[in-house]
């Protein structure tokens, strides 16, 4: 054989083999979150990863970046939608900008408890909150839940006024921001990421999380009173990238979505037990002091924040309002 020949032929193989081993290559989900893998979120993105890798091996990996490590909050929404990951479970608030109406799970003393959260989430309404973004890029795939939020401060929080003057972190969210404008408290948008040391140099002084966030971010360390106040449900929506989920080969898909099916009822299932054991963990370090509200003291939060409800009523559709309301009497 001539050399021309040699070297087209040899050309010609190493392109089969090329396309051979693309053809070959295991689809890659990178899954990025804010918080512990003790956490609910975090012990879901390690369900999800088992599960793809045991029933797609070979076609499907799964690559979970906890804590910030790959993007903090502000930057994981904008990751996913350029495509540098595939699955993100971001707080509702975070997704304010794409649309007004998830701000409802942002109202303080809404949810009297998880299970009313939980029937609102699986109402028609609630689903189709899931549906909202797919024209702005983003696949609402489920929720999870986390746990109810509670304050944490270094002094005793336990009438509304003992808020007043307060520097604290609140989530980037406007609505969080005019709630503890209404307790005449003074917020501060700041990720995740930021807020243990936020709380350590003063640049804040107060701060709510779920009981799971607040003992493995160790903000016990850093905080000498938390208010069992139950104020809000932490919960997240776990999104796609809607051209990527979209796009992906059918049968692929239909395995990954009966997954998060099955991942989300167990995150869901787990989420009160591992919000009651770091609420535990907290105890045990006796670092801080809890104190628990009177129904007297939460009606008295709770009216103090209207004002801001009242301000954003409109935005999020007083609808949705009274059909997340209703929730907490279906029982
Ligand atoms: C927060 O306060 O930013 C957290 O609750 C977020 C998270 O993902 O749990």
Not at 46 to 66: A, H, I, M, Q
Not at 73 to 101: F, H, N, R, S
Not at 142 to 169: C, H, I, S, V
């Amino acid at each position: 054989m001539s050399k021309p020949r040699i070297r087209a032929l040899f050309c010609a193989l190493s392109l089969l083999f090329a396309g051979f081993a693309q053809a070959q290559d295991p689809i890659v989900i990178k899954f990025s979150h804010v918080v512990a893998e003790s956490t609910p979120k975090g012990q879901g993105a390690l369900l999800f990863k088992k599960l793809v890798e045991e029933r797609l091996p070979g076609k499907v990996t799964v690559e979970v970046y906890p804590n910030s490590s790959l993007y903090g909050d502000g930057k994981e929404m904008e990751a996913l939608l350029l495509g540098d990951v595939q699955l993100i479970a971001p707080a509702p608030t975070k997704l304010e900008q794409y649309t007004k109406k998830l701000q409802i799970f942002d109202l303080m003393f809404l949810f009297d408890d998880m299970e009313a959260a939980t029937r609102f989430q699986n109402s028609p309404k609630g689903r189709a909150l899931l549906t909202s973004m797919e024209d702005k890029g983003i696949k609402g795939l489920a929720y999870w839940l986390n746990g109810m939020r509670q304050l944490t401060a270094n002094q005793p929080l336990r009438e509304p006024e003992d808020a007043r003057g307060l520097k604290f972190r609140v989530q980037p969210s406007n609505l969080q921001a005019a709630q503890f404008q209404a307790l005449n408290a003074v917020p501060r948008k700041m990720a995740m990421a930021e807020v243990y040391q936020g709380l350590q140099t003063g640049v804040v002084n107060a701060q709510d999380n779920p009981w799971s966030n607040i003992y493995s971010q160790k903000y016990f360390e850093v905080q000498k009173y938390m208010t069992e106040s139950d104020h809000a449900i932490g919960n997240y929506v776990l999104i796609a990238n809607a051209n990527f989920w979209n796009g992906l080969p059918d049968d692929i898909r239909g395995e990954l979505d009966k997954i998060v099916e099955e991942v989300s009822l167990e995150v869901n299932r787990q989420a009160q037990a591992l919000n009651d054991k770091a609420k535990q963990g907290v105890v045990a370090t006796g670092k801080s002091e809890i104190i628990e509200l009177t129904p007297e003291q939460r009606a008295a939060w709770r009216e103090a924040v209207q004002p801001a409800w009242k301000q954003y009523e409109a935005e999020i559709g007083p609808d949705l309002i009274e059909a997340a309301l209703a929730a907490n009497k279906a029982h």
